[in-house]
């Protein structure tokens, strides 16, 4: 499964991805301004609102044709964990 991280925190970006790698997900984290080219087709899009901007979001939501979209305000570990356990089999 692919999944795409849209914002969080620098610092827990190495964190993020050996969770996804826990779940035996492909994984690929912005945290920093991107290209539509970047993102490609995931199966899961995950959006960390409360630290990211609405230009990076609307260019993430805009950029291809994405199986799932999940929001979440928190960005913390605990919150990417419960996402993943819910969209991942």
Not at 57 to 75: D, F, M, T, Y
Request: proline content about 2%.
């Amino acid at each position: 499964m692919k999944v795409i991280i849209i914002g969080g925190n620098d610092c827990m970006v190495d964190n993020y991805k050996n969770l996804c790698k826990q779940y035996k997900c492909k994984v690929k984290v912005f945290t920093q301004p991107f290209t539509k080219k970047q993102i490609g087709n995931p199966d899961l899009l995950i959006l960390f609102t409360n630290t990211v901007s609405h230009k990076m979001i609307h260019c993430a939501l805009s950029a291809g044709k994405q199986n799932e979209v999940v929001r979440s305000h928190s960005s913390s570990m605990s919150a990417l964990r419960d996402i993943l356990d819910k969209h991942v089999c």
